[in-house]
């Protein structure tokens, strides 16, 4: 008899919903303290994760989840270059 695979879950910082790892966008911290999109899921530091929506990623700036998963202030630059970077994204699927 076959084992079910587990799925590993996680919950958006947006939406507050559980998904499916490998359907959310990893916004990660690296060692050095910079904040950044990991669209493969395999950068090194502190992870976060976010639907692949812009919407999402905005209530996440309003509730300023991000801030709370990394304990830090994140600049609106980073919030403005992690917005593009994920329209841009979204427009080459």
Do not use: W
């Not at 060692?31 to 999402?56: I, M, Q, W």
């Amino acid at each position: 008899m076959q084992k079910v695979k587990k799925i590993p879950q996680r919950q958006c910082v947006g939406c507050r919903e559980m998904k499916d790892k490998k359907s959310l966008l990893r916004v990660v911290k690296s060692p050095e303290g910079t904040v950044s999109l990991d669209f493969v899921g395999k950068k090194p530091g502190r992870g976060a994760y976010v639907c692949h929506d812009v919407e999402c990623l905005k209530k996440a700036r309003k509730s300023k989840a991000l801030e709370r998963a990394f304990s830090t202030a994140i600049p609106p630059e980073v919030y403005d270059a992690m917005e593009a970077e994920l329209e841009g994204q979204n427009g080459q699927e």
